[in-house]
């Protein structure tokens, strides 16, 4: 068995920051890439930011500048910092990870998603 489990979300002021945490645990030979998404209300779920194993990064173009993704291998975990909060980065937040199991079998993973508000 293999799970990732996020944590950091919470309710937020405007122009306020935050960070994410997403730890993989179980059976885990190595993991390739990762990733943050998040899922507005009413919207689908979005691509933020995606960290490699060798640590190049990608970033949507309506978070660049203010969100930061970084990975501690050696932890199997993977964060999100988030700078300048604005109200429509309201979402749930989710982690994924792309992943090779001691099986060497392929697996893509998703957390079960942490909850962002922003609010005054």
């Known amino acids: 068995q293999v799970q990732l489990v996020e944590s950091g979300g919470g309710l937020v002021q405007p122009g306020g920051s935050l960070r994410l945490s997403c730890a993989a645990s179980g059976r885990i030979f190595t993991i390739n890439a990762m990733a943050w998404y998040r899922q507005a209300p009413g919207k689908q779920r979005e691509l933020v930011a995606s960290i490699t194993s060798g640590g190049s990064t990608n970033y949507a173009d309506s978070v660049k500048g203010r969100f930061t993704i970084s990975r501690d291998n050696a932890k199997n975990t993977v964060y999100l910092q988030i700078e300048s909060l604005k109200p429509e980065d309201t979402a749930v937040y989710y982690c994924?990870?792309?992943?090779?199991?001691?099986?060497?079998?392929?697996?893509?993973?998703w957390g079960q998603g942490t909850l962002v508000t922003i609010s005054s």
């Open positions: 994924n990870a792309d992943l090779v199991t001691v099986m060497y079998r392929d697996l893509e993973v």
